[in-house]
């Protein structure tokens, strides 16, 4: 067990009840990395970030500093767009930081811009999240009228525009050329890379940074107190702390920031101070250690350290740090299918291997939990992923575009090469109801 | 089918299935394959637009280094090294996998779907796919069809998505009015609700589907696939000259395709053009010909006719007779009426243009510029025509290109916004009747420090200085916007280009399919065939033709003055409709009547031909063989599918038969001779034949050597030369000209020594020609007619054309005669305002000639001071209200009461 007490980074401010207003957030140290950073060069602040290896919290964890160094030099405008589309099933750590502490946000979004040198930025949220944009909104506006966002912020004469708009309820658009789609106005579907990796072909084909809510909302305190401090947390490769959104068959779920690379999963899951272990006393099955895309973890992979490169080695990773937990009651059938139902009505429609494959996986696994499963149907629904995702390998290749047909693939592999027997109990069942009791053929339900 | 040639200098050399194959820079991998001949297999792709790699049959393995990856070959450039594996387990298993993922919601009912024989689904699930199904459950269900315009019809079963009509309609049209809705696996394609998809070229979509998911409410049903036959022609409504494929089964045309060719129609075609092949079919076509017997049009024999006909000729004195029309002929059977006319009858008073273009001369004898090098990348145009889309679709969507894709800088000049308005980066609406005075001031060396045509000043030096910024050759686009409006008035502003930028190319826009054809054979007054002028060209002629016109005749505006004064004894109508197309009615009318005896030559009885006295029935498009010419001057064929209905037959026949009967042997059997006659005798034409035409793929330009090198290519270094190039081009052209003459007339000497019969025949005296061909006409700028003064109660009259109208061939397609949109009086805001009305309100809109009641429709694209109408449409006479005499037509407008 490793429970640290490492300070809370980005949910300091948690505690306060006016936790999303300007006042709070200046009385507690608030734009003061912004003042700090707009005496430095903007070249500077890049370094810093930089050097605390601060990895990007929304899912592929690609570090932050070198992502804004991949803009094309000498290529105007750019822009920075900040991808709050936080839609993976499982996770919801995005949405409290842009409703507890939406200028600890912009003022990340600021300095990102400062560091890249650009003038606009856009702030991408989920449609639903309502609460989120109305705060986001209003700290906007209280932040153009304090002076920190507009033109010549503070005094200098950097001036930037921050611009809110939110989607319409499609998961793909957490995807970042998606997103960058649905905010030129088209609809949310994603781009090949290459040709349009954001940073060179992005919006409106500029050069263009996405960041995520969590990872921009660490700059600030990378700023006040600087990249060794910064570094001191986490393990080598997983600097500082990060937030995990526990859900499922847990006593507690929530959201817990820790200390990244250190804590391992039975300490967030057991811990009374975190998830509080599972419900009813029960046994674990099974958890999901990154969002709804990552193949499954079960009992011997409980002390792992949540950290990125030895999730990523044990095969599957921590993603937009979800982690859903499912107990000896849970049907693995079922939960299959509750989260190949979900990819297959978030596909946008765009490549043909998601668009029909994910509804046919989804549709025989109905047919086998309605009691029409047939014993090639096991063999099938193999195939039919491999034919999404060949090889069904880790990290996963593609027929697709984007890794969200993939995704769909991960629940089967990980269900199907853990709980086969499951899968075969069903078929059996349906298959000795067959022969004994002439049964009506029906056409099956797709609820 | 790949074609050999030489690898391109700055190739990339990648590895195709352990091949080595020189990629051209930039060339996309399933492009360089398919030159190599390797077939990639797909769906999405279409070599015409931006790929967005979403089908994902075309994924193969390539490795860039990194090791082999499955990557949609239509989205990756070729890159040094890159080796490719199209035929790997992993390729063949990803491919089969969307194949059957393609088919597994497919509805599989091929046996009733028109795409069946011909669908690249079914094609490639015998080549690639797998032979059983594995999906149980049920498929999806859709509607089906439903209609999505009053031409196209969407199955939304048999559709597999692949963005290729979506991205027409968007990219290549404009008219991004369908889309997908909904997503993942009940993603559709479908249109805005209320919104049908009404594009003039929606058509398109049918030929570019690869499944049978859109079809053609002209085709559904009619034929399968391998029972039709297909013969490559030239589309003839309009002047663009789009190539063209004929299907037909049982002997009846069935569908027109468009065919892809580089320099012209990149395989679309408008929707009138497509759905045209109802006129060609039409129960009402002419199979025999009719005589006038008291009221009524009867049926007679051809000798009965054709002998009326010769008899009424010979009776007539050359000067009292007229011929209008004949530019949607061949350019054979116009060369064969002009012999007859010229030749033969000895008239001159002949005209191919129905008042509504631009003095032959004019056109004939400016440079004239290639749709290509208009659309020559970050080029500039200057627009000065009608709106293309209605009257030239084709050449708006090749433009709409040029400016969109390739950086071209339009200047639009135009009495009314068009379809090109929002594309041009200067858009001017001047008062009708002064585009010359507003050119003038476009093409001047300084600004203009007052308001022009009544354009303020700055918005005229905005656009001065986007013409003179223009790098490269100055494109100008001229045709007559409005037919209100005197053509001496687009003639000024030509003039006034010529004066000022001798750099400067024409495209001409006149719309009749082949109306430069006609004009290159003499179908207009002072002109013989080959671009020469009467005086010029007589000596050339006399030793060839039984007669030359004495002097130089009257125009259709003049024919029918003449006939309406009684002064002419036959009037020959060919293919044309003088009551529905000249812009003066009344004029048009009293012609008509008062003509003697009236000869009309067509396909379908039109307004005027149901006046003739005897009218001859012809064979029309699809039914003959020949060539025509397109605004280019590019000559390229036409090509016969099908019988004509009944006896009708090709006009250069019917001219040789009454020739004939004339005493007259016009001296050829077939349209191919013609065609030898016209290479040999005609200036322009000189060494054209059946062999060079069939043999030139993309049509000819003439005069021959004077084809341009391609500047669509995109290729920035050869713009930059493009001025020395084209300097040199003219040298050339001068030379191979004057080779070509000589070379003619040596030809010529040897054909007489061996002489046979047709040749020897008395009425084709064998002389020796002129030593050398006569100089093609050239450009002399008019002296323009002048305006009237301002009149602050008055408004001038801007009369345009819509793609669908009342015109013969539209209203006898079945399927595009409904699409006639009518007319509203159209004026500006302003002008609304001041009179008090709102749209839908009923004006009374007076000219001296009489008053038209209609409803009015404020449109900020008509320059105050005007008022648009719509030509030729149902319920509103337009031509009624135009004087053919006045430089503009002055209108009053009132509320009607």
Same mark, same amino acid.
């Given at each position: 067990?490793?429970?640290?007490?490492?300070?809370?980074? &980005?949910?300091?401010?948690?505690?306060? *009840?006016?936790?999303?207003?300007?006042?709070?957030?200046?009385?507690?140290? @608030? #734009? =003061?990395?912004?003042?700090?950073?707009?005496?430095?060069?903007?070249?500077?602040? @890049?370094?810093?970030?930089?050097?605390? +290896?601060?990895?990007?919290?929304?899912?592929?964890?690609?570090?932050?500093?070198?992502?804004?160094?991949?803009?094309?030099?000498?290529?105007?405008?750019? #822009?920075?767009?900040?991808? @709050?589309?936080?839609?993976?099933?499982?996770?919801?750590?995005?949405?409290?930081?842009?409703?507890?502490?939406?200028? =600890?946000?912009?003022?990340?979004?600021?300095?990102?811009?400062?560091?890249?040198?650009?003038? =606009?930025?856009?702030?991408y949220v989920r449609g639903e999240m309502a609460l989120a944009q109305e705060r986001i909104a209003e700290a906007l506006n209280d932040a153009y009228k304090a002076g920190y966002v507009g033109r010549n912020i503070l005094g200098t004469d950097y001036s930037i525009d921050v611009v809110l708009t939110w989607g319409a309820g499609a998961y793909i658009v957490g995807e970042e050329t998606a997103l960058i789609e649905s905010l030129e106005g088209n609809r949310g579907m994603p781009r090949l890379k290459p040709p349009f990796f954001p940073a060179a072909k992005g919006l409106y084909m500029q050069p263009t940074i996405v960041n995520n809510v969590e990872t921009l909302s660490n700059l600030p305190w990378i700023v006040n107190n600087g990249a060794d401090a910064y570094t001191a947390l986490g393990a080598e490769n997983s600097r500082?702390?990060?937030?995990?959104?526990?859900?499922?068959?847990?006593?507690?779920?929530?959201?817990?920031?820790?200390?990244?690379?250190?804590?391992?999963?039975? *300490?967030? &899951?057991?811990?009374?101070?975190?998830?509080?272990?599972?419900?009813?006393?029960?046994?674990?099955?099974?958890?999901?250690?990154?969002?709804?895309?990552?193949?499954?973890?079960?009992?011997?992979?409980? *002390?792992?350290?949540?950290?990125?490169?030895?999730?990523?080695?044990?095969?599957?990773?921590? @993603?937009?740090?979800?982690?859903?937990?499912?107990?000896?009651?849970?049907?693995?059938?079922?939960?299959?299918?509750?989260?190949?139902?979900?990819?297959?009505?978030?596909?946008?429609g765009k490549c043909t291997p998601c668009r029909e494959g994910?509804?046919?996986?989804?549709?025989?696994?109905?047919?086998?939990?309605?009691?029409?499963?047939?014993?090639? *149907?096991?063999?099938?629904?193999?195939?039919?992923?491999?034919?999404?995702s060949p090889g069904l390998a880790w990290p996963p290749k593609q027929t697709t575009i984007c890794p969200l047909g993939?995704?769909?693939?991960?629940?089967?592999? +990980?269900?199907?090469?853990?709980?086969?027997?499951?899968?075969?109990?069903?078929?059996?069942?349906?298959?000795?109801?067959?022969?004994s009791v002439p049964v009506e053929l029906k056409a099956p339900s797709h609820a | 089918m790949p074609e050999p040639e030489a690898p391109p200098a700055d190739g990339v050399a990648v590895e195709i299935n352990g091949r080595e194959v020189i990629a051209r820079k930039g060339e996309l991998l399933i492009d360089a394959a398919e030159r190599a001949g390797t077939y990639i297999p797909r769906f999405c792709y279409h070599e015409r637009m931006r790929p967005v790699g979403m089908c994902r049959m075309c994924l193969v393995e390539v490795d860039t280094g990194r090791g082999p990856a499955l990557q949609p070959s239509c989205m990756i450039e070729c890159t040094p090294g890159m080796k490719v594996d199209t035929e790997s387990e992993a390729t063949k298993k990803a491919q089969d996998g969307v194949l059957e993922f393609l088919l597994i919601n497919h509805p599989l009912d091929c046996p009733v779907c028109d795409k069946g024989g011909e669908c690249p689904l079914q094609d490639q699930t015998m080549a690639y796919g797998p032979g059983e199904s594995r999906f149980l459950e049920e498929k999806r269900h859709k509607e089906k069809p439903i209609p999505i315009s009053d031409l196209v019809l969407l199955d939304r079963e048999r559709c597999i998505l692949c963005d290729r009509c979506t991205r027409f309609a968007k990219e290549v049209a404009g008219d991004p009015l369908i889309h997908f809705i909904h997503r993942g696996n009940n993603t559709e394609v479908n249109t805005f609700p209320d919104e049908p998809f009404a594009s003039y070229f929606s058509g398109n979509t049918v030929q570019i589907c690869p499944v049978g998911a859109l079809t053609a409410s002209t085709y559904r049903f009619k034929a399968r696939p391998w029972d039709l036959e297909t013969t490559e022609s030239t589309c003839t409504q309009c002047s663009v000259g789009c190539r063209i494929s004929i299907d037909s089964s049982r002997d009846e045309v069935q569908r027109f395709a468009g065919v892809d060719v580089d320099p012209v129609n990149w395989g679309w075609?408008?929707?009138?053009?497509?759905?045209?092949?109802?006129?060609?079919?039409?129960?009402?076509?002419?199979?025999?010909? $009719?005589?006038?017997?008291?009221?009524?049009?009867?049926?007679?024999?051809?000798a009965d006719a054709l002998e009326r006909a010769a008899s009424a000729l010979r009776a007539a004195t050359p000067q009292s007779i007229g011929v209008i029309g004949g530019a949607r002929l061949t350019n054979e059977d116009a060369y064969a009426w002009a012999k007859l006319a010229k030749g033969v009858l000895g008239t001159d008073n002949v005209d191919a243009q129905l008042g509504d273009g631009l003095p032959a001369q004019a056109v004939l004898g400016l440079p004239r510029a290639t749709i290509d090098q208009v659309c020559t990348p970050g080029g500039t145009v200057l627009y000065l025509g009608p709106d293309p889309k209605e009257e030239l679709p084709v050449l708006f969507l090749r433009l709409r290109h040029a400016v969109v894709e390739d950086r071209a800088t339009l200047v639009e000049v135009s009495p009314r916004s068009s379809g090109l308005s929002s594309l041009a980066a200067a858009s001017l609406q001047p008062r009708p009747?002064?585009?010359?005075? $507003?050119?003038?001031?476009?093409?001047?060396n300084a600004d203009s420090d007052k308001d022009v045509a009544g354009i303020a000043a700055a918005d005229v030096n905005a656009a001065r200085a986007l013409i003179a910024r223009s790098s490269g050759p100055l494109s100008v686009v001229l045709g007559r916007p409005s037919v209100a409006e005197s053509a001496d008035a687009v003639l000024d502003a030509a003039g006034a280009v010529v004066a000022a930028r001798p750099d400067a190319r024409f495209l001409p826009a006149l719309r009749r399919s082949n109306v430069l054809g006609a004009l290159d054979m003499g179908l207009a007054p002072g002109l013989l065939p080959g671009r020469v002028a009467l005086d010029d060209g007589r000596d050339w002629f006399a030793g060839q033709w039984p007669t030359v016109p004495a002097g130089a005749g009257l125009d259709t505006e003049g024919i029918l003055s003449a006939a309406a004064d009684g002064r002419i004894d036959v009037l020959v109508l060919l293919g044309a409709d003088p009551l529905a197309d000249f812009p003066d009615h009344d004029l048009a009318e009293r012609g008509l009547a008062g003509a003697r005896t009236v000869i009309a030559l067509d396909t379908l009885l039109n307004a005027s031909s149901r006046k003739a006295d005897i009218v001859l029935a012809a064979a029309g498009f699809a039914e003959k063989a020949g060539t025509t010419t397109n605004l280019e001057g590019r000559v390229s064929t036409l090509s016969q599918r099908v019988t004509p209905p009944g006896t009708a037959r090709p006009d250069w026949m019917l001219a040789a038969e009454l020739a004939a009967r004339l005493g007259a042997d016009l001296g050829f059997g077939d349209a191919g001779e013609v065609l030898a006659e016209i290479g040999r005798l005609a200036p322009s034409h000189l060494g054209v034949d059946l062999a060079t035409v069939a043999a030139a793929a993309d049509g000819l330009l003439l005069p021959l050597g004077t084809e341009p090198a391609p500047t669509g290519s995109g290729d920035a270094e050869h713009e930059g030369a493009e001025a020395d190039a084209a300097a040199v081009r003219s040298d050339a052209a001068d030379d191979t000209e004057a080779a070509q003459a000589e070379e003619a007339a040596a030809t010529e000497a040897e054909g007489d020594a061996t002489a046979d019969d047709a040749e020897a025949d008395p009425a084709v005296p064998a002389t020796e020609p002129a030593p050398a061909a006569p100089a093609l006409v050239s450009f002399a700028a008019g002296v323009p007619s002048p305006v009237p003064a301002l009149d602050a109660y008055a408004f001038r009259l801007v009369a345009t054309r819509k793609l669908y109208d009342q015109g013969t061939l539209v209203q006898a397609s079945g399927h595009?005669?409904?699409?006639?949109?009518? /007319? /509203?009086?159209?004026?500006?805001?302003?002008?609304?305002?001041?009179?008090?009305?709102?749209?839908?309100?009923?004006?009374?809109?007076?000219?001296?000639?009489?008053?038209?009641?209609?409803?009015?429709?404020?449109?900020?694209?008509?320059?105050?001071?005007?008022?648009? $109408?719509?030509?030729?449409?149902?319920?509103?006479?337009?031509?009624? $209200?135009?004087?053919?005499?006045?430089?503009?037509?002055?209108?009053?407008?009132? /509320?009607?009461?």
């Open positions: 067990m490793a429970i640290t007490d490492a300070p809370k980074i &980005i949910t300091s401010r948690f505690g306060y *009840d006016d936790s999303h207003t300007l006042t709070r957030y200046v009385s507690t140290g @608030g #734009y =003061q990395a912004l003042r700090t950073a707009l005496e430095g060069s903007p070249a500077a602040l @890049g370094e810093a970030v930089k050097a605390a +290896s601060l990895l990007g919290r929304g899912g592929a964890g690609f570090p932050a500093g070198v992502k804004w160094t991949l803009a094309p030099a000498d290529v105007w405008p750019r #822009y920075l767009v900040v991808n @709050g589309d936080e839609s993976e099933p499982g996770t919801y750590k995005d949405r409290l930081l842009m409703e507890r502490d939406p200028h =600890q946000l912009i003022e990340g979004v600021l300095l990102a811009c400062y560091a890249i040198g650009a003038g =606009q930025a856009f702030l500082g702390t990060r937030m995990f959104a526990v859900s499922g068959h847990v006593r507690n779920p929530g959201v817990f920031e820790v200390e990244y690379g250190v804590t391992t999963f039975r *300490d967030l &899951i057991y811990a009374p101070v975190y998830a509080g272990g599972i419900r009813d006393g029960n046994e674990i099955k099974a958890f999901i250690p990154g969002g709804g895309s990552a193949p499954w973890f079960f009992e011997e992979h409980l *002390d792992l350290p949540l950290e990125k490169a030895t999730v990523d080695k044990a095969g599957s990773m921590l @993603g937009s740090g979800a982690i859903v937990v499912m107990d000896e009651t849970t049907d693995a059938v079922k939960a299959c299918l509750r989260l190949v139902r979900f990819y297959a009505r978030e596909s946008c994910t509804t046919w996986l989804e549709r025989i696994l109905q047919r086998i939990l309605d009691g029409h499963g047939r014993p090639s *149907d096991l063999e099938l629904l193999m195939d039919v992923s491999d034919n999404i993939p995704s769909a693939t991960a629940p089967i592999a +990980s269900a199907l090469g853990r709980f086969r027997d499951e899968f075969e109990a069903r078929i059996t069942e349906a298959e000795e109801a067959r022969t | 075609l408008c929707d009138k053009g497509r759905f045209s092949n109802g006129a060609v079919t039409s129960p009402d076509r002419l199979g025999e010909p $009719l005589v006038r017997q008291g009221d009524a049009l009867v049926p007679t024999r051809w009747g002064e585009v010359g005075e $507003l050119v003038r001031a476009l093409v001047a595009l005669a409904g699409l006639a949109p009518g /007319t /509203t009086a159209r004026i500006h805001p302003s002008d609304a305002d001041r009179l008090g009305v709102a749209a839908g309100d009923r004006v009374v809109v007076r000219s001296p000639r009489t008053s038209l009641t209609l409803p009015v429709h404020p449109d900020a694209g008509v320059p105050r001071g005007a008022v648009a $109408l719509v030509l030729n449409q149902a319920e509103v006479r337009v031509a009624d $209200l135009v004087d053919a005499d006045a430089s503009v037509t002055e209108l009053r407008i009132e /509320t009607a009461s």
